[in-house]
């Protein structure tokens, strides 16, 4: 049964930064691509950042890149996402999930199997 964890989020200030983490239980966390996306209320969840298996790659939404930055410790089963310079428009709840690449795109491996979420909410 996956298990997906998040933590990290909180209130920031325009500008300001957080950090991310994810706990993934269930299936061998290292031989996974691993993704963060976010959701706010009546939009669908949409991408953010992924991160390759060895940690070496990393891959970013148009709207995050440069500022926000995924890695990984396979030794721990732990996946991070550092945002630096936040925008309002980054407030969202933030979720974890094995990845997949069908082409372009990166989607969750495992559509029905969710954490609960952080919230990251930036004001103004």
């Known amino acids: 049964q996956v298990q997906l964890v998040e933590s990290g989020g909180g209130l920031v200030q325009a500008g300001g930064s957080l950090r991310l983490s994810c706990t993934a239980s269930?299936?061998?966390?290292?031989?996974?691509?691993m993704g963060w996306w976010r959701q706010t209320p009546g939009k669908e969840r949409e991408f953010v950042a992924a991160v390759s298996t060895s940690g070496i790659r990393t891959f970013y939404a148009d709207s995050v890149a440069g500022r926000f930055t995924a890695s990984r410790d396979n030794a721990k089963n732990l996946l991070y996402l550092q945002m630096n310079s936040l925008k309002p428009g980054d407030t969202a709840v933030y979720y974890c999930?094995?990845?997949?690449?069908?082409?372009?795109?990166?989607?969750?491996?495992?559509?029905?199997?969710w954490g609960q979420g952080t919230q990251v909410t930036v004001s103004s």
């Open positions: 999930n094995f990845a997949r690449q069908p082409g372009s795109t990166w989607l969750p491996y495992f559509d029905d199997s």
């Open positions: 269930g299936r061998p966390f290292s031989s996974y691509p």
